[in-house]
């Protein structure tokens, strides 16, 4: 059960509106929320909106929600309001738990945070790794992050940026392939918004069987292709020479070192 009733959003943007949707339409009462933002015009019913940081306030969870490189610009206000009883929540990639814990010394806790925009509808993968937790705060952060979507804890920091590369930027690149799909449809003869609507069609099905297959993705391939077929002839084309498959690790590799690059330019400026 959520045991988190009063959380303060420091920023607002499109990653932090996403959750407050998620949570929000997972159940959790407007009353629990207070936004922080000068440049949110509105917030949802219920939702309390300040222009400015509070003063003060009791608040049992903080989600850090700004731009990374404005963390040095809050955090002074922030920490007055972060005393042991408020848990530190941060999607603010490439900035560290050691950073964390330096800028808000008398928190709780301090977890980052690495979810999607899909969030919103209840779909995302939440990464998660901490730092001063009690024995109990993981199952307490779990059931906040049940509404968003599937929680995964990581082994070791060390991960985050990939996992940031995955599960961050990897609905862009999942983006870019029905996209593709639906391009190279149009250029073989298909009608493009026709092409469209098949490619996302087929995709959210795929997706949702694939979800809920006991088989892994890679043997649903191979059962969906008979030898000599349709699927398996372009299948041999995606495989030739193992093309796609470095095509994709680049691309992850690619955002990984973005984000260790971001969290070294977090480390300098600390």
Known sequence: MNSFH????????NMGGAMLAGWLAGGIPAACFTISDPRLETAPEGVTLLREIPADGAFDAILLGVKPQMLGDVAAQVERLAGPGTTILSILAGVELTTLAERFPRAAAVVRIMPNLAAALGKSPVALVGAG?????????DALMAPLGTAEWLESEG????????????PAFVYRFIDALAQGAAEL?????????LALSMVEGASALAASSDHSPGELARRVASPGGTTQAGLDVLDRGGAFARLIEDTLRGARDRSAEMAAEARANS
């Not at 937790?133 to 952060?141: H, N, R, W």
């Not at 009608?191 to 469209?196: K, N």
């Open 6 to 13: 009063s959380i303060l959003l420091i920023g607002c943007g």
């Open 133 to 141: 937790l009690s024995d109990e705060a993981p199952g307490a952060i």
């Open 159 to 170: 991960l985050m940026d990939l996992v940031t590369a995955l599960a961050g930027s990897g």
């Open 189 to 197: 003869g298909l009608p493009a918004e026709q092409a469209q609507r």
